[in-house]
């Protein structure tokens, strides 16, 4: 009888102490410690190639549509007239590969504190890194929170946080001075975008209720939006749009975004007008994180309780 093909390498994100993802791993592509992370590439058996950093899933080749897709397009779609892009983090390139789908957009700053990030982008995901040589793209190898420091007011019309979770040196890109600088540096119509981790992760729930606070004391409107993402924790991910004056879906103009989106639609594979609505559609317990009080984990979700 023929023996079920077995994988000898296996990749696991925990999630918790004991309970993670685990991907079938044919390969290991690049594997290499920088000064800020370990960064590695595998091939795995069902989702291609995916970046993890830290041992934490980055993207995969078969899903990082969503999540790219999902950052980019309901603010670009929002915004009446999106010209100047700052993406901190991201150093992938597949933010940066959807907001430069817009020819209107003139100029796209990218701050990526790890220059080893580009260079496992370059070698192993080539669709993504493309975007670098776009004579629109401007590469800055530097610290996210210095950048937008020292930028001038009003520069940008919307700046994108594309980060990894709020943890070690990618902290201070959740913090409240940071947001300040950011609503600094945004034009009056401006919009900021953050990734803002999985509403169904216990450990995540109170980071997500402290940037919602924080968010609230600079910009008058803050709303987080969700989409399906299989690779990252929990499969649900949320993204928080803070903007100056633009309400995301009364103020949305579906026949606008339809116009902007017409040279690309049939290239994007989850984000399309109708979505833009539903996405800021919360289900009853993500909209509660932002009216109740933050609550200790419900401890007898734990196994020991099972008997
Ligand atoms: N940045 C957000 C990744 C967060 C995933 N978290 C996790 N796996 N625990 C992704 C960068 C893609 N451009």
Same mark, same amino acid.
């Given at each position: 009888?023929?023996?079920?093909?077995?994988?000898?390498?296996?990749?696991?994100?925990?999630?918790?102490?004991?309970?993670?993802?685990?991907? #079938?791993?044919?390969?290991?592509?690049?594997?290499?410690?920088?000064?800020?992370?370990?960064?590695?590439?595998?091939?795995?058996?069902?989702? #291609?190639?995916?970046?993890?950093? =830290? #041992?934490?899933?980055?993207?995969?080749?078969?899903?990082?549509?969503?999540?790219?897709?999902?950052?980019?397009?309901?603010?670009?779609?929002?915004?009446?007239?999106?010209?100047?892009?700052? @993406?901190?983090?991201?150093?992938?390139?597949?933010?940066?590969?959807?907001?430069?789908?817009?020819?209107? /957009?003139?100029?796209?700053?990218?701050?990526?504190?790890?220059?080893?990030? @580009?260079?496992?982008?370059?070698?192993?995901?080539?669709?993504?890194? @493309?975007?670098?040589?776009?004579?629109?793209?401007?590469?800055?190898?530097?610290?996210?929170?210095?950048?937008?420091?020292?930028?001038?007011?009003?520069?940008?019309?919307?700046?994108?946080?594309?980060?990894?979770?709020?943890?070690?040196?990618?902290?201070?890109?959740?913090?409240?001075?940071?947001?300040?600088?950011?609503?600094? /540096?945004?034009?009056? =119509? #401006?919009?900021?975008?953050?990734?803002?981790?999985?509403?169904?992760?216990?450990?995540?729930?109170?980071?997500?209720?402290?940037?919602?606070?924080?968010?609230?004391? /600079?910009?008058?409107?803050?709303?987080?939006?969700?989409?399906?993402?299989?690779?990252?924790?929990?499969?649900?991910?949320?993204?928080?749009?803070?903007?100056?004056?633009?309400?995301?879906?009364?103020?949305?103009?579906?026949?606008?975004?339809?116009?902007?989106?017409?040279?690309?639609?049939?290239?994007?594979?989850?984000?399309?007008?109708?979505?833009?609505?539903?996405?800021?559609?919360?289900?009853?317990?993500?909209?509660?994180?932002?009216?109740?009080?933050?609550?200790?984990?419900?401890?007898?979700?734990?196994?020991? =309780?099972?008997?």
């Amino acid at each position: 009888m023929a023996s079920p093909k077995q994988h000898q390498l296996q990749y696991t994100e925990f999630w918790q102490a004991r309970t993670g993802l685990t991907f #079938g791993v044919e390969r290991i592509l690049f594997n290499r410690q920088s000064a800020y992370q370990h960064v590695q590439v595998l091939q795995t058996d069902a989702f #291609g190639r995916m970046l993890t950093l =830290d #041992g934490l899933v980055m993207l995969t080749e078969r899903d990082e549509f969503v999540y790219h897709e999902m950052i980019s397009h309901p603010a670009l779609c929002l915004l009446p007239r999106p010209r100047r892009v700052l @993406i901190v983090g991201g150093g992938d390139g597949g933010t940066l590969r959807e907001v430069l789908r817009y020819s209107e /957009i003139e100029q796209v700053d990218l701050v990526e504190i790890d220059e080893v990030v @580009i260079e496992a982008a370059r070698t192993c995901f080539p669709e993504l890194s @493309i975007a670098f040589d776009d004579p629109r793209a401007r590469l800055h190898v530097a610290d996210g929170v210095a950048f937008v420091r020292e930028a001038a007011p009003a520069t940008y019309d919307l700046v994108i946080v594309d980060s990894t979770d709020p943890v070690d040196f990618a902290e201070g890109l959740f913090g409240e001075s940071f947001y300040r600088d950011c609503a600094r /540096i945004l034009t009056d =119509d #401006g919009v900021l975008v953050t990734q803002s981790e999985s509403p169904f992760d216990y450990t995540f729930q109170a980071s997500i209720q402290a940037a919602h606070a924080m968010l609230g004391r /600079i910009f008058p409107r803050v709303h987080m939006y969700l989409a399906h993402i299989p690779t990252y924790p929990m499969g649900l991910w949320s993204f928080t749009l803070a903007s100056k004056r633009l309400h995301p879906v009364e103020d949305f103009d579906p026949e606008q975004a339809a116009r902007r989106l017409a040279p690309f639609a049939d290239r994007l594979r989850y984000y399309n007008v109708e979505l833009h609505r539903a996405a800021f559609a919360l289900p009853s317990f993500v909209r509660r994180l932002f009216t109740e009080a933050p609550s200790a984990h419900p401890e007898s979700l734990h196994s020991d =309780d099972m008997g």
